[in-house]
């Protein structure tokens, strides 16, 4: 059980917590504000405001937060001495809220995944991994994505030489499977449409060894400021960004061999590390995201060159942001065929499409699909 202090501080930061400020941004401005905060505490009250969330429908509602805070941490130390301590069935009611059985398939491996802790994932730089784990002193190596390690040490990444140095990212496997589903080859031209902070940006720039161009747009231009400085630190240099805010007038005339959308999306993917989500997404913002998902898929698809390829991604799991939104998009868009995905399982039923579950991949949920324009 953490300290009277970490729990105080902890009851503090959930205080602070409203519909307008998650928690994850709660805890930025509060350690903003206690700058005295060293890594270690820093890590162990996030820690606990998280497990809070993750176990929030089993706390008393009437106890004080304090109290409510070491219910969370008792029942999450119970949990990992024996998952199965806490029945499936249980799980379905409680680690989720009831409108999400309406939307996807809910395995009890997955309900068991959203209560653990997540795992952290970096993106060497391409056939660098295997030297980084040894560098960091800590990190396992996957064979689902050849850059991707596990990192299980305890140091603070962003100090590090190898992070200043641009030797690696902090990126989810997840996310990096975007970037091998998309397989962009040195010298063509794509454009990665919701570019964000990047992180996908860098990886594609990064398997085409800086040849060739990204483009990378968002509609955030703080987000492109960050890309930049972080590109920066990567020496990557074949990408060039601008503003595009997801409508018909598109940034450019080019015609790309590829164009990335990671749309913005309901993020359920996300709840293992992010679990105050699970208590303020609503089934119509799965409803608005579906729709402009849609939309931007349908406002790119002119810039493809003949033969070129379109990778949808989001970091979600519901149908309607996923399947429903693949299969409306495939039957407008008769020139595209599905194109099949180099990550796709052998044998799998339709290989342009695949769901990451994070009890499979121990990483967030992502569905990705990829169409051909025909030549
Ligand atoms: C899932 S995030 C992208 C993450 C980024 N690709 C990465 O790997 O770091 C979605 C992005 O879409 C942008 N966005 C949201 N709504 C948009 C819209 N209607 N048109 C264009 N971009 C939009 C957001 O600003 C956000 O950066």
Redesign the pocket.
């Known amino acids: 059980m953490p300290d009277q202090a970490i729990l105080n501080h902890a009851a503090q930061i959930i205080a602070s917590v409203s519909a307008d400020q998650r928690a994850d941004t709660a805890l930025r401005f509060y350690f903003e504000g206690h700058r005295y905060l060293q890594p270690p505490a820093k890590r162990l009250i996030s820690h606990t405001v998280f497990l809070y969330y993750r176990w929030l429908s089993w706390l008393e509602p009437k106890a004080s937060p304090q109290k409510r805070l070491e219910q969370a941490v008792a029942m999450h130390e119970r949990f990992v001495a024996d998952p199965k301590a806490v029945k499936a069935e249980t799980l379905s009611v409680r680690a989720v809220p009831t409108w999400l059985a309406t939307e996807m398939d809910l395995p009890h491996d997955y309900l068991r995944q959203l209560q653990r802790d997540p795992a952290l994932w970096l993106r060497a730089r391409p056939g660098q991994s295997a030297a980084l784990a040894k560098s960091l002193f800590a990190g396992e190596l996957t064979d689902r994505a050849p850059d991707a390690l596990r990192f299980t040490g305890l140091q603070d990444l962003f100090k590090t030489e190898q992070f200043k140095t641009g030797e690696f990212e902090i ?1 989810d496997l997840a ?1 990096q499977l ?1 970037g091998v589903a998309a397989a962009p080859k040195p010298g063509e031209t794509w454009w ?10 860098l990886h594609l720039c990064d398997q085409m060894q800086n040849k060739g161009v990204v483009w990378a ?4 231009g703080r ?1 492109i400021d960050t890309l930049k400085r972080r590109a920066g630190r990567a020496k990557l240099f074949n990408y060039r960004t601008d503003f ?4 018909s007038r598109l940034p450019s005339k080019t015609k790309f061999d590829g164009i ?1 959308i ?4 309901s993020g359920v993917g996300t709840w293992q590390r992010n679990p105050h989500a699970r208590w303020t997404t609503t089934p119509e913002d799965v409803r608005e995201l579906a729709a ?1 998902q849609l ?2 898929l349908n406002n790119v698809v002119v810039a493809l060159k003949p033969g070129g390829r379109l990778i949808y991604s ?2 979600t799991l519901t149908r309607s942001e996923t399947t429903a939104v693949a299969d409306a998009f495939a039957t407008a868009h008769p020139e595209l065929e599905p194109h099949p995905l180099p990550i796709s399982p052998a044998g799998a039923a339709d290989s342009s499409r695949i769901f990451l579950w994070p009890h499979e991949i121990n990483a967030n949920g992502m569905f990705i699909a990829a169409w051909k324009k025909k030549k």
């Open positions: 990126q996310s975007v990665d449409t919701c570019a964000g902070e990047g992180g996908k940006t747009t968002d509609r955030n987000r595009w805010d997801g409508g990335l990671d749309a913005p999306c402009t939309a931007l989001v970091c």
